[in-house]
Each structure stands twice: as structure tokens, then as C-alpha cells.
């Protein structure tokens, strides 16, 4: 009867994916089907933002999943407030796609456009960092958490967590300078993630070590 | 050969997690794409009730979703009525993206349109809550549930389904006298439900004590 | 290294999700938005098609569940041929919307149409079965079932496995009497199935009792 | 805490089972639907290239899977590098449909639009096939395989998996001969992997002696 979090990984697992896979389907539809004027080669270049839009949307759902799969392995118990607050993640996750989509479509529109689709989609990611952080705050104070996990590296964990909002902060702040510029360095930060993550706590090879 | 609940959990939750992202395909949909005439920040203004479904739906899924694993963790054997009870409550589930888009679509509409659009959606959660009544109330009968169960919590949990439709019918009365006032009232029922739900038996805080 | 078929019940338990919810999908996207010439009521009315078609697609996917999950509780261990069955299995099982949709919207149409739109949905319908009778037939014979399962009651499976496809066939040559008495008649048996299907071998409460 | 490979099984299975039925979406948009002027044969004759596409897809798809499954099975830890390169595949995966719809959908016309489409297949495929070599040499440089899988055969999975990139670009080269003969041949190719696939080390009929 205890409530593990297998079902909570499994749950944020089909949620995750089906958010990654979405942009697959706005390109399924953005796909210049048929044979009209153009040739294909000027009709697929037109569309190269959503294409854009599907890769950066992949990475940022992508480094989502492996964040929320890093933090979950330590998580051994759950309560009514971690499942609320691991839902109110998704419900960040889920509009993803959508603000990604704003963004793309008006990164060469007026000045104003740039600022309100860049404001939704800092929106979108602090929310996500912020539920994130809330998890792992309540898990480690409610005691959720795998009792071997070194209480000095769940706070090292909290720290890498807070670290993430701010510097995304940082990249779209320069939205105001140039909005590909803070495109380029928010994907600089999370290729940098995907080598090397917030609670990826021992190094790969350590870990490999240890389990053998 | 033993039928355990968790293919019946992990079919479920991939079809919840699917109803939950569905809002979220919509919205790519409604998204106010390329430049156009208005500027972002009106177009975006005039689509609010796209954005309101979704928070809403997402919202009453999630609960959804809590209910089903608060009450299947306490489900250790299935038989075909219960799969059948199961599959008919995620029918409903899934409906509720279609009610709720009905509703935000006829808020604002003729008297007739805006109660037309209450009644489908009471129907859709009330076939929601129903199911979970006969699934539960099944489950105790065929002594489908864990044996350490005590008998009283369970007839608790019977009673406090029972109690969950009745609010939702008191909220959507309200529809005929003002339907924000209705909508108001049943996301401050699903918010209370967030904090504490039927089926969370235990307080979280005791449970952890009793587990560690 | 062994390959249990867990992760073949995850991934068809996650086709089959999507196959469901499909047809909410479309019940989204024929939902009759913003307020236009008609009333509510008489829109809904218009579209009662698209209602009958996702209830039904429900019924039946939810039945190609229920015989996925009595059939593979049997199977433990799995071959490279049976993993293509299972996967032509869900190729039929993901065309079933698109063949119910075609009997919706043919229903009231000329008689070759509706004749064309039966003809795809039986194929549909036998080539699904088709695929589950030669999957437990090919686990049967390669040894794959538990070793527990009485081999009478195997077989007892595979006759009641070749029933369903007959009787569907009866059913269909109907839809050239009547369609919509074809259409009933196929629910009535989808119905039936759904209180004592195949592959629901001992009666429920003898399970229970076993187990206990 | 360890992090085992099971929930990385379940993502890539919910994300390649969103891939499989995508088309399946394609299919209820492409359907002839409602009564218009043609008869519905000839209108489904006219959509003959979206149903060719459904069914090579799901082929393709249902082929990675069963790569992932063969592969996946003898892996008994991660790192941070192997999910990234899972998350790669993926990528790749998720956007084979949108290849195969401009594939089926420039399959007759000017020769520069069928070669950009047959570049675009070629890639998606190729990248595809990359990180399934890529995931498998690090998995064995990193011993995070199992421990009793013989390393002679490991060695001989990754030369089948360079195998297959191979074939596929002989298949597409033909497409500069003759699109219909290159479609051909890729299938007959993915036809042979499904009866004989490469990671399916032992026969069939040994495994099941083996652990029995």
C-alpha cells in the first residue's frame, strides 16, 4: 500500500514524451505537402523556424526529462504535496512547445512581439525551475528521500537547482540585445547541461565504479 | 498468471497523461502564429480562454490522476469487471478536454448555449466520479483490495467519493446563476481536493513515520 | 538478458492508449467553437456522428486492450516473431479510428460508399484478430506460454480466439441489410465480450479465491 | 540509487509509440471525409500515397523498436552520456514521419524536390542509425552492459549495426535511378531485419531452450 514513485516516473514519463513528440506533429503539419508552385527546396527553407523550434524544443524537453529522472532516482517515498508539486512541473513542461512556438514565429517581429513571446517563454522555464526546486525542497525536508543520499549532496543538488533559473535569466535577458544571440547562449547552457547536470551528482565513471 | 494492477495502472496513466497534453496541442493550434495584422499582445489577450481551458483541464486531469493512484495503490488483484469499470471512468477522462473546451468556448454565450455547455460538462464529470464510486465500491466487494486495508478506511473512502459528485453538482448549479462564479467555485473545490484528497487516507506526515 | 515481455506490454499498453484517445482528439477538433449562426444545442445535434464514433472506438479499443492484457499475462518469455505479431497486431489496432470515421461519416451515405467503408472497417477488424490469433498460436507452439497454463485451457483460448472474427463477419454482412442494425449487433458483441470475454479463462471469483 | 535502465525503456517506449501512430493522426486528417461530389472509392484511390506512408512508417518504427529492445536488454546501467545519445536517437526517431510524408509526397514529382525529399529520408535514417551505433560503443566501452553478455558477440551487434546504415544508403542511392525500385528495396530491407534483425544474438529457439 505504500506509495511508491514508480507510477509518479511512469506518469511524468508519458507526459514528458508526449511533449517532446508534439513539435513532431506542428512539423507533420507545417510540412509543405503536395505539389503546389514553389519547389521544394524554397518551400522547406521558408519553414526553417520551425525546424529550429522542433530541435531547441527537443533539447530543452530532453534536459527536462534527464533532470527529472536524476532528481526521481533518490526519491523513495511520496506525499500528497510532491505529487502536486511534480504536476504542477508538468503542467510548465506541457506549454513548452507552445511558448517555443511563440518565440520562433516572432524572432524577426517588432521589437514588442520579441519581448512579450520571450517574457512567456522565461515564464514557461522558470516555472518549470521553480517546481523543480520546490520538489526537491520538499522531498529532502519531508524526509522523501533515499536515506543513503549524502545530506551534503542533496543540498549540493538544491544549490546546481537554483543555479539553472538564473542563468537561463541571464541568457534572456540579452533578449533585449538580440534575440538570436540569448537563442545561441540559452542552448549553449543546455548543451552544457546535457554533458554535464544538475544532480549528476557522482561522475559517470565513479558511479560505474561503485555499482560494480 | 496472476492479473496484477500494474498494466492496468500503466495503461491508465498513459491515457491520462495523453488527455493532460491534449490542451496543450490545442493551444499550439490557437496560438496566434506569424506576423499579422494585431500586434502579439492583443492576439494573445483575445485567445485567454484557450489558456484558462488549459490550466483548468489540466488542473481537473491531475486530479484525476491522484485519485487513480491513491485508489489503486490499494488494489492488488483485478478481475474483468473492474478492468471494464476502469476503461469506462477513462471514456469519461477523456472526454473532458471536448467539455471543457465546450464550456470556455460558451461562457460568454447565449443563456441557452452556456447551460447546454454546463450540462455536457457535469455529465462528463459526473460519469468520471460514478466510475470511480463502482470501481471502488467493486474493489470491497470482491475483496480485490490489500488485505491490510482496514475495512472502516475503506468505507471512509466510499464515503468521501460519494461526497466529491455532490460538491461538483452544488458548483455547477451555480451555472444557471453565473457561470464564472461556477467555474470559480469548482477550481477552488479542485484546489482543496490538491491539498487534501479523498483517498489520501493517511496523513502524509503519518504515513511517512509509519513507512520509515 | 532475458527478454520478458514487460516492455512489450509497456509499449503496446502505450499504442493502444494513443488509439483511444484519438478520437478525443477529433471530438476536439469537430467541436463546434465560438459563437456562430446556429445555437449550441442544434450544432452538437449536427454532429452526433463524430459522438458515436469515439464512443464506440473506445468500446472497441478498450476491448483490444482487455484481450492484449488476458492473452500476454500468459506469455513469458518472447521471440523476435513474436514481437513482429504484436507489432502487426497494433499496425490494424492504430488504423481503427480512421476505419471507424469512415463508417461514421458513410453511414447515411450511397450504397457503395457504405458498402467501401464496411469493407475497411472489416478489414480492419479481422486483421487485428488475425494477428492475435497467430500470436497466441505461434506462443503456443514455440513454448512461450507459463509453464502452468493447462494446455486444454490454451486451446480452449485459441477456439474462442477464432469465434471472434466469425462472429464479426456475421455481423458485418448485415451492414448490406442494414447499417445501422450491423453497427448495433457489433456493439451488442463488443458488449457481451466486454462481461465474459476470451482468454478470461477461470471465472473471476474462482481467481480471486485462488490466489487468496 | 542506481539508475538502473527501466525508466530510460519506458520513455523511449512511450516516445517511439507516440512515432508508430502519429501517422495514424495523418491518416484521420488525410480521410475523405463527409459526402462530396466523388464516390468514396476513387476518393480513397486519390489518398492511396498517405496509406503506403502509415504502413511504411509504422514498418520503420516498429523496426527501432525492436532494435531498442534487443539493445536495451543488455544494458544494466546508464550514464549521463548514454541517455543523452538515447535522447539523440530519439530525436531522429521523432522526426521520421515528417521525412516519410515529404518522401510519399514528392515520390512523383520534379526530380530536384524527389531528391531534396530522399536527401531529408536519408538523414533522418542515417542519424537514426548513429546513435544506435553510438549508444552501443559506448555501453561497451563503459562496461555498462551485462556482465555475462560474451563480449565477442557484443563486438559482433556493433558490426551488424554498422551493417544496416550501409544498406539503407545503397537502398537510397537507387532513388537518383528510380524512387518507386529505392522504396522497394528499403522496405525488402526492413522486411529482412524484422524475420532475422541484428542484437538478436542467440536464435530464438536457443534462448527459449536456454532459459527454460
Avoid: C
Amino acid at each position: 500500500m505504500a506509495r511508491d514513485p514508480a507510477r509518479v516516473e511512469a506518469f511524468s514519463d508519458a507526459v514528458i514524451a508526449i511533449v517532446a513528440t508534439l513539435m513532431a506533429v506542428e512539423l507533420l503539419q507545417f510540412s509543405p505537402d503536395g505539389p503546389r508552385d514553389a519547389d521544394l527546396a524554397s518551400r522547406l527553407g521558408h519553414e526553417w523556424r520551425a525546424y529550429l523550434a522542433y530541435v531547441i524544443t527537443f533539447a530543452i524537453v530532453g534536459q527536462v526529462w534527464l533532470t527529472h529522472h536524476n532528481m526521481w532516482r533518490y526519491v523513495v517515498r511520496v506525499d500528497q504535496l510532491l505529487l502536486v508539486l511534480n504536476l504542477m512541473l508538468l503542467m510548465f513542461v506541457a506549454a513548452i512547445p507552445f511558448a517555443a512556438n511563440q518565440l520562433s514565429d516572432h524572432l524577426r517581429g517588432t521589437e514588442a512581439d520579441q519581448q512579450i513571446s520571450a517574457a512567456i517563454y522565461v515564464g514557461t522555464v522558470l516555472g518549470e525551475a521553480l517546481f523543480f526546486n520546490l520538489s526537491w525542497w520538499w522531498a529532502r525536508r519531508r524526509i522523501l528521500l533515499h536515506p543513503d543520499l549524502d545530506p551534503r549532496l542533496a543540498k549540493a543538488v538544491a544549490r546546481r537547482f537554483l543555479l539553472g533559473p538564473l542563468l537561463y535569466l541571464v541568457a534572456f535577458a540579452m533578449v533585449f540585445i538580440d534575440p538570436i544571440l540569448s537563442l545561441l547562449s540559452y542552448l549553449l547552457l543546455v548543451g552544457l547541461y546535457l554533458i554535464r547536470g544538475p544532480g549528476d551528482l557522482p561522475p559517470a565513471g565513479q558511479e560505474a565504479a561503485e555499482s560494480r
